[in-house]
């Protein structure tokens, strides 16, 4: 059914069940709010949004009104909504004025200036003066952590922080005491938040009473060049813009996408910022002597030159690391299809996954945004709010929408919203794939079931068997479902695995994996090991092998390292990343690598051309139609490359025995999961606090109250 | 000055020339405590419509040479002179000429001819070093 309204003498058409607010906004006209955010449930408490309705006494907050709401008019004819009437400039200017009795007038030191929406509606909407000339109110600072800067004199009680942390973030940390001119804004207990979302809060307060406490006071909004990009920190690649000035990245702040972060973005991948500045590689190293020296590219490059030359092919490894852009993946790739190298991989340790089988069996096939369909969901070793904080939210979303069971195997870790646990290990999968557990019957009766695998339970001796296991359950819980619904789903850890997967970046005929590799280094067979950005493993000891690193950081990797060759971080480089969905997104080159540091397909390049094996490309351009034409997904940009083939009935193939060991928590430190985390500060801050609140009985570290699980709106809303 | 530098030189400073067609069409109205003289033209106007206002340096023709109450009457602003009841403000520092391009210039920390440490800037990093 439809509603017809006029607004401003347009008639227009509207759906049933939206708020006047969005009507107004579908008919062109512009509403003024503060407290209204789509994300987040309605307060109605800033009044900024009235608008007339013929009819009405008052005027009528828009945003907490439905269209359906409105009084019919006795002959029938559609409500008339006035939002540029006299009557609506006064209430807005009223509303303004009293919001700008208490608000400080700070604003040349206010880190907020220039985007902030108070700011900008008093220029549009406001009065020129104020007829205040009492003192205005004072609020006590209060500490929410080392990410949130408060100045709680400016708050004007709009509650969308609190209503972010209650609903998203799914904590119950901060809330609104007090009433009237006595209301604060406080976590209480005056103990620094920690969910790993909470440095949203920022992006949505209106006025700069949350500001970013890393970055505040170092620059000012209109003076950052903008790069539009795509964050590493994860699998799920969210949607970033890293504000720059000059060589240096200030800020790295989200990016709307609905199908992938919505508008939030982890703390993580957030102010892992002045990680990019600290422990840079930023010139190539030669080790001499037992240590490293500086050297000239011409040197660096000469010494790998001739190693490589001078070892057999069966004993030179390459190991692909976490963070990798597809073009270099595929160049190191190429080079060493050249020189006939077998020993290749981009998976970490015992990871069974296999490019030969069809690409749904490591994609999350039911898509990040299919979330929000599913009515069944079974986690398989995973915690997704450290692996994916932002995956997590949406099955958080999904959660308090009502009716939608969660399941999970594996480590019992607290989530943001109610789960049955049913089982540590293998055995409680096995339970379930033969049909005699309780919540299989749940599964197969669901319309949208999801099975979604994580590291904990892929990433292991017999993770072929587990998969095969859960894939099983996948088959008889996708029986008789709508014909483009998947259920199997993987949930990846790191930003480049799907590219690398995609690219075949995994051992040639009689090659080794990576764990072959390294445990080949430790028997004297490894003679060469190149290490792409790899750090996420016990670096095999010294003398055995020579270690080629070509990286960002220095880390695990560089301080084993015989050559370093200085590479760029994801914010320097132009790269494509495919996200465990399999969506391709292009990240764009923000600044520069500091000092020698090279583009790493253009080291790849150089190198490639001094071992005789030049390949043939020299430019982006000619490597990405190179790369196209040998992984023709990687072309659709933005996109998700539906899968047609079912991968259950080829994983099941791979079934085998499974051990009782349970599945393990694969992220033991959120803040620290890669280099660039391990170089930042404020990281090492975060990783600190959550380890001290983990003995401070007065919070529960990124636990979640009974309180906050057992919110929920009610099933119509 | 040597006598040649004294007839051709008017960059480094008031030449013959100059002293003497001044010294014809103006009177010394003043001078200032760096011992720059200042000329009133004695008859007719200059382009302004009011008589001309000439300054002869000491030494070395720099125009931020002139201190504050007399750079006024120079440029017209007032006009009258600084007489003795003239009295900077509690504020005003004194007077000194722009100092670039001497080797009393203002040079910034870390500059290569102040060899101290610089602040830190825009773009800075920090460098993994080995071990
Ligand atoms: S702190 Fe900001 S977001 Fe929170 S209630 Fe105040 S103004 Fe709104
Ligand atoms: S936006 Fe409607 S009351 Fe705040």
């Not at chain 1, 029938?76 to 400039?89: C, E, M, W, Y």
Request: hydrophobic share 40%.
């Amino acid at each position: 059914m439809s509603k017809k309204l006029i607004i401003d003498d347009t008639e227009i058409e509207v759906e049933d069940g939206i708020t006047l607010l969005q009507a107004c906004e579908q008919a062109g006209a512009e509403i003024p709010r503060f407290c209204y955010h789509e994300r987040l449930s309605i307060a109605g408490n800033c009044r900024m949004c009235l608008v007339e309705v013929k009819g009405a006494p008052k005027p009528i907050a828009s945003c907490a009104q439905t269209v359906n709401e409105l009084r019919p008019n006795p002959d029938g004819s559609p409500n008339v909504i006035l939002t540029k009437s006299a009557l609506v400039k006064k209430a807005r200017e009223g509303v303004m004025e009293f919001l700008l009795i208490n608000h400080p007038l700070d604003c040349p030191i206010c880190d907020q200036g220039g985007e902030c929406d108070l700011q900008d509606q008093a220029m549009a909407y406001g009065v020129g003066g104020s007829r205040y000339v009492e003192n205005k109110r004072a609020v006590e600072e209060k500490y929410l952590g080392p990410l949130i800067r408060t100045f709680m004199t400016r708050c004007i009680h709009c509650t969308r922080c609190v209503r972010f942390m209650t609903e998203v973030a799914g904590v119950d940390e901060l809330g609104l005491i007090g009433r009237g001119e006595d209301a604060e804004i406080t976590t209480y207990l005056e103990h620094g938040m920690l969910s790993e979302l909470s440095a949203n809060v920022n992006d949505l307060c209106p006025v700069g009473a949350l500001t970013h406490r890393p970055w505040s006071n170092t620059a000012r909004p209109w003076e950052l060049r903008k790069t539009e990009t795509i964050d590493v920190m994860d699998a799920v690649g969210s949607n970033i813009r890293v504000d720059s000035r000059g060589p240096e990245v200030m800020r790295i702040l989200p990016r709307n996408n609905d199908s992938v972060n919505e508008e939030w973005i982890s703390d993580k991948t957030r102010h892992v910022w002045d990680g990019l500045k600290t422990q840079r590689l930023d010139q190539p190293y030669v080790r001499r002597g037992g240590k490293l020296r500086p050297a000239t590219w011409e040197e660096a490059l000469g010494v790998v030159t001739q190693k490589l030359a001078q070892t057999e092919a069966s004993r030179i490894g390459v190991i692909a690391g976490d963070l990798c852009g597809a073009e270099e993946m595929f160049a190191l790739k190429s080079l060493m299809d050249r020189m006939g190298v077998a020993n290749v991989d981009c998976r970490a340790a015992h990871e069974a996954f296999d490019p030969s089988l069809p690409r749904s069996s490591y994609l999350f096939n039911t898509t990040i945004e299919g979330i929000d369909d599913a009515d069944a969901i079974l986690l398989v070793g995973t915690n997704p709010r450290l692996e994916a904080p932002i995956l997590n939210a949406r099955i958080r979303k999904r959660y308090l929408k009502g009716g939608c069971e969660i399941a999970l195997v594996g480590a019992q870790v607290p989530l943001t919203y109610r789960y049955e646990h049913l089982g540590t290990g293998p055995a409680a999968l096995s339970e379930l794939a033969d049909g005699k557990h309780a919540f299989a019957e749940i599964l197969s009766k669901a319309k949208a079931p999801m099975v979604i695998v994580g590291a904990g339970a892929y990433r292991r001796f017999d993770g072929e068997a587990v998969m095969a296991l859960a894939a099983r359950i996948a088959r008889a819980a996708g029986k008789d479902k709508a014909a483009d619904w998947r259920v199997f789903n993987v949930l990846h850890t790191a930003a480049a695995r799907v590219a690398g997967l995609d690219l075949g970046f995994v051992p040639g005929k009689g090659g080794l994996d990576t764990a072959g590799m390294l445990e080949f280094a430790k028997h004297d067979g490894l003679e060469v090991l190149y290490l792409l950005g790899a750090d996420e493993f016990d670096m095999p000891p010294p003398d055995d092998v020579f270690v080629i690193y070509q990286g960002s950081h220095g880390d695990a990797g560089a301080h084993r390292a015989d050559v370093i060759l200085p590479g760029s971080a994801y914010t320097e480089k132009s790269a494509t990343y495919a996200n465990t969905e399999g969506r391709v997104q292009l990240g764009l080159k923000a600044v520069f690598a500091p000092g020698e540091a090279k583009e790493d397909w253009a080291i790849l390049r150089a190198l490639s051309a001094q071992l005789g094996h030049t390949l043939p490309f020299d430019n982006l351009t000619e490597l990405r139609a190179a790369m196209y034409k040998q992984a023709p997904q990687l072309q659709r940009i933005d996109d998700v490359t539906p899968a047609t083939e079912d991968p259950c009935s080829a994983l099941i193939a791979r079934e085998g025995k499974v051990s009782d060991t349970p599945f393990a928590e694969v992220i033991s430190d959120f803040y620290l999961t890669n280099p660039i985390a391990r170089a930042s500060r404020v990281m090492a801050q975060l990783s600190a606090l959550k380890a001290a609140a983990a003995t401070d009985a007065r919070v529960t570290p990124f636990g979640t109250d009974e309180a906050s699980v057992q919110y929920q709106m009610s099933p119509e809303a | 000055m040597s006598i040649l530098s004294e007839i051709f030189s008017w960059w480094g400073g008031n030449t013959w020339g100059t002293r003497f067609t001044i010294w014809k069409i103006a009177s010394q109205v003043g001078e200032d405590e760096f011992g720059n003289r200042y000329y009133l033209q004695r008859s007719g106007v200059g382009p302004l419509g009011k008589p001309r206002r000439f300054v002869v340096y000491k030494d070395l023709a720099d125009a931020s040479k002139v201190p504050a109450e007399w750079h006024g009457w120079l440029h017209y602003t007032v006009d009258d002179l600084p007489d003795e009841n003239y009295k900077p403000r509690a504020w005003q520092k004194p007077h000194k000429m722009n100092m670039t391009g001497t080797g009393k210039a203002y040079r910034p920390k870390g500059s290569i001819l102040r060899p101290q440490k610089r602040e830190r800037a825009t773009g800075d990093y920090k460098a993994w070093k080995p071990e």
